[in-house]
């Protein structure tokens, strides 16, 4: 059987994980076996300032990036400082995973694709079709190489009003 896979994109702040948090609540109430890591904003007075990861199967969270300041060293992007123990730890939960219905992975970015690095087993299990649904969050500016390492992906822009 073909894995049903949809890459769910939009601008920043336009609800990406949102939508996987409502889907993901849907899936449980019909009785469907979710698996997958979510990202959480951390905010503060309303401004997002961190990043928290969540195993969609123990509950766990930890800290995946803070923002970057001018003393950030190590794992960084353009605005977040990552904690890279917080990426293998999610890693080791997407290599991992038991038989699921739908496995989602918040979020594949510049990390995997342009620098090898982050969710490497996110890629993988991808690439593979391990699970019959996965839901893949992906940066509109990252979509066309997504869409060259997986074409039968469908797409759902969620900042066009799809529910």
């Known amino acids: 059987m073909a894995t049903k896979l949809t890459l769910i994109t939009g601008p920043s702040g336009s609800g990406k994980s949102a939508w996987c948090a409502r889907h993901i609540d849907q899936a449980r109430a019909e009785g469907l076996e979710v698996g ?3 990202s959480r904003p951390v905010l503060t007075q ?3 300032v961190g990043i928290d990861l969540l195993d969609l199967q123990s509950g ?4 995946l990036a803070n923002l970057r300041t001018p003393e950030s060293k190590g794992l960084m992007t353009k605005r977040w400082q990552l904690y890279p123990q917080t990426l293998t730890w999610a ?4 290599r991992d995973l038991p038989p699921c219905d739908i496995v989602i992975i918040d979020e594949l970015g510049p990390l995997e694709f ?17 699970f019959p649904e996965m839901y893949v969050v992906i940066r509109p500016e990252l979509l066309s190489r997504a869409l060259l390492r997986w074409p039968w ?3 759902l822009d969620v900042s066009k009003g799809n529910s």
């Open 91 to 94: 890693n080791f939960i997407l």
């Open 114 to 130: 342009s620098r090898e690095e982050g969710l490497l087993e996110g890629m993988r299990i991808v690439d593979d079709q391990r």
């Open 36 to 38: 997958g890591v979510l």
């Open 46 to 48: 309303g401004r997002k």
């Open 153 to 155: 992906a469908e797409v």
């Open 60 to 63: 766990e969270g930890r800290r």
